[in-house]
């Protein structure tokens, strides 16, 4: 499932980044890795996102968020 589909305030496990070689490299010196377990905050209405990990919280475009792949917390 991509990221922008996920439920706000669930947690989900990073099984996948697509994107844009400089946006990936990017994400992963924030510590947005395969494995990583993030969670939803909020959604706004123009499609940004408002994502945890690691224990911090990052704003996310609809189009990084469509580029990221999720499992459920128990689907490693």
Do not use: C, H, W
Not at 50 to 56: A, E, G, P, S
């Amino acid at each position: 499932m991509r990221l922008s589909g996920a439920k706000i305030g669930r947690k989900y496990i990073v099984t996948d980044v697509r994107l844009p070689e400089e946006l990936t490299r990017r994400l992963e010196v924030l510590g947005l890795t395969r494995g990583v377990g993030v969670s939803v905050m909020e959604m706004k209405k123009r499609g940004a996102m408002v994502i945890k990990f690691r224990n911090t919280r990052f704003a996310i475009g609809r189009q990084a968020a469509d580029g990221i792949f999720v499992g459920g917390q128990n689907e490693r």
